[in-house]
Structure formats: C-alpha cells, structure tokens
C-alpha cells in the first residue's frame, strides 16, 4: 500500500528523555512536515522539509529536532527541553495538489 | 506570522440542520484547501479553492472562497452524523509551508 507510516502509535516518556517518531512514506514525495495537535486544537506546524538534507523551523520547533537524510524518512526528535510535549504528533507529505497525512503518533509523558 | 482564524470553535447542531464554519486571513491568500478530521483519525483533503468567489460543491457540501481572498467558507446542508469531526481549513505560504486554521468541532446529535 502506498502512505504514510507513522511508528509507533502510542508513546510513552518519561520526563527528561528523549525520544524519536517515526515516519517513512513511499508516495515519492519531495516535501515532509510534523504538526503537533493539542486535544481539542488546531494543528501547528513544526517543522518541514523541502528537500533530503534540508528542513526548516515551523512556529514551534522548540525542543525539537529533525533530520531527512532520505527522501523516504523524515523522523522527528522530541527532545527533554520540550517542556509540554504530552500530544498527537501528525506526519505529512506533499503531493500535487495537498498534503497527506500519517495516522499520528500519541506521545504521553509519564 | 501568518495565522488562519476559524470560528466557531465548536458547533452542535441537531440531525437535519445546517452547518457553517468561517475562515480568516489577515493576508491575501493564493489559495485554501478544507480539511476533515474524523474523531480520532488524521485530517484528509476535501477541497481546494484558487479563485476569487469561487463556490464548489460536493453533495452536501458548499465552498465558498471570499472576493477579497482573506476568506472562506464550508456549509453543510442537512447535516447527518457522518459529519461530525473536525473541519480546518488551511492556507500555504509559499509552495510548501501549509497553515492550518485552528478548527471547527462538529457535533451532531441524532
């Protein structure tokens, strides 16, 4: 099946660790985003990527990191200086005309 | 930065009765995709708007892209419980940074 993989479904952190999504696509997309959604809020982007080896910051990159060091791959770090980061955590990719988007991942700090 | 404001934040109507949520630039926009985000699931392409005035339907469904280009709007006639989820629209700045609206829950209570 062609999509959007998103690993694992369900997270759970303890504070002060780090830990990384996943998400792989096959849809030969240039262009791959995170979005981080609050219960009950709108979407709020990251970071993206353009291109393999190139992202830049959303409007609330803080105490995130990522990486695209293939076309497929575009994992994302939720590192200890995220203060918040109990949340559903959505993949995306775009295609001609719209994006398309992963099942999510649910992060919950413990 | 930019920003996409939708109101309402939340709607509940009764089976059978019409639905419209509002969405807002405070800048020109090239264009306007509409969302739809099922309880529990990931958001997934409806519609995309480029003209001004622009009206598209799908069965139920009426889009609307403002004169001016700073707004838009989703109308759903009879509502069934079917639609209930969540409805963002969203703008793109540039070619690839998307910017999602903040939402609109739809309840329909049979």
């Known amino acids: 099946d062609g999509g959007i993989t998103q690993s694992p479904k369900y997270l759970f952190r303890k504070e002060g660790q780090n830990v990384t999504l996943s998400c792989e696509q096959n849809?030969?997309?240039?262009?791959m985003y995170w979005y981080r959604q609050d219960p009950g809020q709108g979407l709020r982007l990251i970071y993206y990527?353009?291109?393999?080896?190139?992202?830049q910051k959303g409007d609330i990159a803080e105490g995130y990191s990522v990486s695209r060091e293939k076309k497929e791959s575009f994992p994302l770090t939720v590192t200890s200086a995220q203060k918040n980061p109990t949340a559903f955590y959505l993949c995306a990719s775009k295609g001609p005309r719209t994006i398309y988007f992963g099942e999510g991942s649910w992060l919950t700090v413990v | 930065g930019q920003q996409v404001m939708q109101i309402p934040q939340y709607q509940h109507v009764q089976e059978g009765e019409d639905f419209t949520t509002y969405c807002n630039s405070s800048t020109t926009l090239s264009n306007i995709q509409w969302y739809k985000q099922r309880p529990g699931g990931h958001p997934v392409f409806l519609i995309q708007l480029v003209k001004s005035g622009e009206v598209k339907k799908q069965k139920r469904l009426t889009f609307q892209f403002g004169e001016a280009k700073k707004n838009s709007s989703l109308h759903i006639t009879a509502t069934q419980t079917t639609d209930v989820g969540t409805y963002f629209c969203a703008m793109v700045s540039g070619t690839y940074k998307y910017i999602f609206g903040t939402g609109t829950r739809l309840k329909v209570l049979a």
């Open positions: 990527s353009q291109i393999v080896n190139d992202f």
């Open positions: 849809l030969n997309h240039d262009a």
